[in-house]
């Protein structure tokens, strides 16, 4: 199997930062919550991205945020995904009354935008790290539901599985064996994508100050932190919305290669 | 003799082609054809799939499609190499002097415009004809197409028409311009059979009374024979024979064009009824939920064991619902099935595993009859372990019998079904149902989407199948030719019903009903005439006008 | 025809109350109630009872959720709990704020990407069509927020072009409020322009590849007269399609937009409330929000009937 050159680049750049994100503690040159030096002190050796708003070390704020933020993404990204592929894998093979139920209510919570929504049931809410993971992972299910739906009932349709039913296959041999494996590589794909989604929106709620608390970090809440910095010049902002962008186009770059894989969908070994 | 007025010589054709996983490659797909068109007479390109005859025919307008491009030879029309000819006249021969004539008008007629303005746009486009001029021809080509109400069909929009009448009005299209010459590309083969024979005896027709010269593309020799006045066989890219129409038909000299002309020449003895059937199929009248009208009307037929019995029909006619009740994906609103001596349940999910064994199917398309992500090995080798509980060593000796049978060798097993040719990839699915040691195999047109001599191939396999197994077949199909290969007896269904039902020979023995007489008239035969012939002796409108 | 229509509008009404019911019973799953919120954790339990019977905390849910919505079907949404202002006053000025803003941005964003749709689909898989899908997969990748500060950085503190805030009143020209809001602007144009090329650019090419496209090629038409007279027909309902998707994501980017540059709209007055737990606030702007989504997909909806040939034109 050959890798191209894109593809790979992002594959290594996206495992850096989750490598950078588990040994956070190991990588980062003082803790997270430490007061080093002055206010906004610019880069230094001592300092490699200056310090932020109260004198914290910008550097290590940003890997301890990176760690906050890709932890929160991929805990809601996997929610999202187990509840979503499941309940829609299920609504396209049983059909009927399951399916129109399960697909008029994701209808309906779609019919919201997904940060009003959350916005809304924030207003009520504890802002916890494990309230915002389940928000997001229920909200952004419906979208894997649709996919994992609309993806399962082309399969469905095909001969090879009402040739499986004609059989008398149950329906674990039919979703498992017949379904899944030709479902994959496009969920997978959107797996990147929704991860993506994911850091997007969980920084833009600790932006708003409605996401992750002071005085953890995190990427979103480092740009709230050193908002007024911009003001007199002071890049600290800037720092996470390089990050994310980093780690945002890496990511595309894996998912539109195994997204470009689907066509060879009847490509065996491919 | 006149000049020519489409010269072919050495044309190269190619195209870059994208594997999945693996660098952009180019292909040859037609390398070095040669050939001459004389004005006003037809020529008929003829080949199975990957011959490159439309490719060759898109030529002819310096069209290369999607990726495919002219990389070498010349294409003279009028005299003057289209190839080498700067952009501008190359867009005034397209649409001007040569016009062109799609498999699928459906898709071709822009959907959001009446039909008149797309007739006549490229006339008035090429300043052939003023609008009103223009108007006045398309009427008079909608009139000799045999289009109903030729005033004002053109004001229509092409949904508002059915399939058999949008292919006329494609050709009048075509010949809006006054053409000199008409590339028609499969033109008929999207038709029912019955719609076939009045759209080909339209186009024969205007073509005649127009004078104008065409390249009539089609895989099916015996349609070509009808239309036009030599043949070129064309097989991967390369002319095998050239022509005559009387002399391809009657005296080919290529052994490829021998085994075309021959297809379809099985001849099966019919097996006389045993005294039980195997399957009783009795009143059913069947109806998809939500509808309000029954697709299947009353239907009672029997087959006998290790006989076929073929269900004969156009689209729409309820032959593969009949399918579907029968495997029990469609519980019938009235009627009861009986298979082997016992009743069979209405609901697939209630029947008993051996029925379930027992009543195998094949499908139309061998593609995705097959899980993707499946080898051979694993697709064969399901059934025996989960209806025999075949395992390791035994289960392997028993895929490689079967794949024997069906005539694979050793190292199939491992392959997966995109790495299968169309005729394998089927002769697998005939193995899939065979693992399960079945009474009763039900093929739904399991020869529709092969090539003929591919298909001949898989019939006879079919028969031989049959003679060892003594398996029954239900045969579901529109080519009566295929019918009469391999039935012993058949039911013709029209509109859910079956109108006449027996044996092979009482079926096919006049005197016949009129919508019987209609379908087997309308089967192309492989002779010059056979189509004036015909609709000299047409009892019965076609369905589809 | 006219049925399709009127079914569709009355989907979308439908929608409209499942979703107010919805948003209300989303505010009532709170642990603790409005009232605790607003006298906090020390309360005497008299004075809770007390605000309670006052805000009608009593009364079944069923009944609550009625004279909620009898109040904003005439107008009224209630009174926020923090102020005690009448929402519906604070609401109206912040509204026209927040349109005046996504309007600007749409008058910018909607042309513009369809020029450049249009460009990456005639210059398909050459260097114009790869340099936007580059620049599509970056702005994409960064929160609208933060593309906000880097042009703030950029545009206000660098080259000082622009003010970084985008404080208006009524008392400022026109002139001077657009250029009070010329960073937000180009902000939110960028944060739709991405989405909407690409979505143009796949409308577009869906419709060329197709088979009457093909056709017109060999009537030896030029491929102006082809789009002209034979895809734009058919791409005007995917790209009213496109738009509208669009605008619904803008009013989204309005909210987090607004807060960056404080500006005095809707979004920022939901952020605030909602931090302040306001809910009465809440509600009323989450539903305002969600009926401007549902009704800019509405229309999409109607337009694509609206230009079917098939339902235009009825066998």
Redesign the interface.
């Known amino acids: 199997?050959?890798v191209p050159f894109a593809a790979l680049l992002g594959l290594i750049v996206t495992s850096l930062f989750f490598l950078t994100a588990i040994f956070a503690p190991l990588i980062a040159p003082y803790g997270m919550a430490e007061v080093v030096g002055d206010v906004w002190e610019p880069p230094s050796d001592q300092f490699l991205l200056g310090t932020d708003s109260i004198g914290r070390d910008l550097l290590s704020r940003m890997i301890y945020g990176g760690q906050t933020t890709i932890f929160i993404a991929t805990a809601a990204t996997a929610l999202s995904f187990v509840l979503g592929s499941v309940l829609g894998f299920f609504a396209a093979v049983s059909g009927g009354w399951i399916d129109q139920t399960l697909s008029r209510f994701v209808d309906l919570i779609m019919s919201i935008p997904t940060l009003i929504f959350a916005l809304v049931v924030l207003s009520v809410m504890p802002t916890t790290i494990t309230i915002l993971i389940v928000l997001m992972g229920l909200l952004d299910s419906t979208r894997v539901y649709r996919l994992a739906r609309a993806v399962a009932v082309d399969i469905t349709v095909?001969?090879?599985v009402?040739?499986a039913?004609?059989?008398?296959?149950k329906i674990g041999w039919i979703i498992f064996?017949?379904t899944l494996?030709?479902a994959l590589s496009p969920l997978v794909a959107e797996m990147g994508l929704r991860f993506i989604f994911a850091v997007l929106f969980v920084s833009t709620l600790s932006f708003l100050g409605l996401g992750v608390q002071p005085p953890q970090a995190d990427w979103g809440g480092i740009v709230k932190e050193n908002k007024e910095g911009i003001n007199y010049g002071i890049a600290a902002a800037l720092y996470p919305a390089f990050a994310i962008a980093v780690l945002c186009i890496s990511i595309n770059l894996v998912a539109d290669w195994v997204l470009?894989?689907t066509?060879?969908?009847?490509?065996?070994?491919? | 003799m006149t000049d020519p007025l489409l010269k072919v010589r050495g044309l190269k054709i190619g195209a870059t082609i994208y594997?999945?996983?693996?660098k952009p490659r180019d292909i040859d797909i037609v390398h070095g054809v040669d050939f001459d068109l004389a004005p006003g007479k037809v020529l008929g390109l003829i080949g199975e799939s990957g011959a490159g005859k439309s490719t060759i025919g898109l030529a002819s307008?310096a069209?290369g499609?999607g990726g495919v491009e002219i990389t070498g030879g010349s294409v003279e029309v009028n005299g003057r190499d289209i190839l080498k000819a700067p952009f501008r006249d190359?867009?005034?021969?397209?649409?001007?002097e040569v016009?062109?004539v799609?498999q699928?008008a459906a898709?071709?007629?822009?959907?959001?415009?009446q039909i008149m303005e797309?007739v006549t746009?490229?006339a008035i486009?090429?300043n052939k004809f003023t609008k009103a001029q223009a108007e006045a021809r398309a009427v008079e080509l909608f009139r000799k197409l045999g289009l109903p109400d030729p005033e004002n069909i053109g004001s229509?929009?092409p949904?508002?028409v059915s399939g058999g009448q949008l292919q006329r009005c494609m050709t009048a299209?075509a010949l809006c311009p006054e053409p000199d010459l008409v590339v028609f590309d499969e033109p008929t083969t999207a038709l029912d059979v019955t719609t076939q024979i009045d759209v080909l005896a339209a186009i024969k027709d205007a073509i005649r009374d127009t004078g104008v010269a065409a390249l009539y593309i089609t895989h099916d020799l015996a349609v070509v024979a009808q239309v036009s006045d030599h043949i070129m066989v064309l097989q991967q890219g390369a002319m095998v024979e050239y022509g005559t129409t009387d002399q391809i038909i009657n005296a080919p000299r290529e052994d490829y064009t021998k085994a075309l002309v021959s297809v379809r020449s099985i001849r099966h003895e019919e097996k006389q009824p045993t005294a039980t059937p195997v399957l009783k199929v009795e009143t059913i009248t069947a109806r998809y939920k939500g509808t309000d009208f029954d697709v299947l009307k009353d239907i009672t037929v029997d087959l006998h064991p290790g006989q076929t019995l073929a269900v004969v029909g156009e689209s729409g006619s309820g032959k593969s619902t009949l399918a579907r009740v029968i495997?029990?994906?469609l519980p019938p609103s009235a009627g009861q099935i009986t298979f082997d001596g016992r009743t069979l349940t209405p609901d697939?999910a209630t029947?008993p595993?051996d029925d379930?064994?027992e009543?195998?199917?094949i499908?139309q398309?061998a593609?995705?009859?097959?899980?993707?992500?499946q080898t051979v090995g694993t697709i064969i080798g399901?059934?025996l372990e989960?209806y025999f509980g075949l395992k390791g060593a035994e289960k392997q000796k028993r895929i490689q019998e079967l794949l024997d049978q069906i005539e694979l060798g050793v190292g199939f097993q491992e392959?997966?079904?995109?790495?299968l040719s169309g005729g394998q990839k089927q002769r697998v699915c005939i193995a899939?149902a065979l693992a399960?040691k079945p009474k009763l195999i039900i093929c739904d047109e399991v020869t529709s989407a092969l090539d003929p001599l591919v298909a001949d191939g898989i019939l006879k396999l079919l028969l031989e199948l049959q003679k060892r197994e003594d398996v029954a077949y239900l045969f579901i199909t529109h080519d009566l030719a295929t019918v009469r290969a391999i039935a012993d007896s058949i039911a013709v269904m029209y509109q859910g019903s079956v109108v006449r039902y027996g044996s092979k020979s009482q079926v096919l023995s006049p005197p016949f009903d009129d919508y019987t007489d209609l379908l087997l008239s309308s089967v192309p035969e492989m002779k010059l005439g056979w189509l004036e012939e015909v609709l000299k002796h047409r009892k019965m409108e076609s369905a589809g006008n | 025809m006219m049925q399709l229509l009127i079914q569709r509008l009355a989907l979308g009404l439908l929608l409209l109350i499942l979703v107010s019911i919805l948003i209300f019973a989303g505010t009532m799953i709170l642990p603790g109630d409005v009232a605790q919120q607003i006298l906090g954790q020390s309360a005497t339990p008299e004075a809770l009872a007390n605000l309670r019977a006052e805000l009608g905390l009593n009364e079944p849910p069923l009944t609550r959720y009625f004279d909620w919505l009898g109040g904003i079907l005439t107008g009224d949404l209630g009174t926020a709990l923090t102020s005690g202002r009448s929402i519906s006053e604070d609401i109206g000025r912040r509204l026209s704020n927040t349109l005046f803003l996504a309007f600007w941005a749409a008058v910018i964003a909607v042309p513009l990407a369809i020029f450049l749709g249009l460009l990456a689909v005639r210059y398909k898989d050459r260097w114009p069509d790869k340099l936007i899908s580059a620049v599509t997969l970056t702005t994409i990748s960064i929160p609208e927020f933060m593309i906000g500060y880097v042009l703030i950085y950029w545009i206000s503190i660098q080259l000082g072009w622009f003010p970084s805030v985008a404080i208006i009143n009524d008392g400022m020209s026109v002139w001077q409020k657009l250029d009070a809001i010329a960073v937000p602007v180009i902000v939110l144009t960028l944060v739709v322009l991405a989405h909407m090329m690409r979505m143009t650019r796949a409308a577009i090419l869906n419709v060329m590849q197709?088979?009457?496209i093909?056709?017109?090629?060999?009537?030896?038409?030029?491929m102006l007269?082809i789009i002209r007279?034979?895809a734009f027909?058919?791409a005007i309902a995917p790209i009213v399609n496109v738009v509208m998707l669009n605008l619904a994501y803008l009013v989204v980017g309005v909210v987090v937009v607004e807060v960056v540059f404080a500006y005095p709209g809707m979004g920022q007055y939901l952020v605030d409330h909602v931090s302040k737990r306001d809910v009465p606030v809440v509600q009323a702007c989450g539903l305002i929000f969600a009926a401007v989504y549902i009704g800019l997909n509405l229309i999409a909806d109607l337009v694509s009937i609206l230009?079917n040939?098939?339902l235009r034109?009825p066998?």
């Open positions: 199997m050959r095909m001969d090879y009402e040739a039913r004609l059989r008398g296959e064996r017949e494996p030709n470009g894989r066509t060879s969908l009847k490509g065996g070994r491919g | 594997p999945p996983g693996e307008m069209y499609r190359v867009r005034r021969l397209r649409g001007g016009t062109y799609s699928s898709a071709s007629f822009n959907p959001a415009k797309q746009e490229a486009f090429q229509r929009y949904h508002q299209l495997t029990g994906l697939l029947r595993l379930l064994r009543l195998q199917m499908y398309m593609d995705t009859a097959m899980n993707p992500r399901r059934p989960f392959r997966y079904p995109a790495e899939r399960a | 197709s088979a009457y093909e056709t017109a090629e060999l009537k030896g038409l030029g007269k007279k034979h027909p058919n230009t040939p098939r034109h066998k």
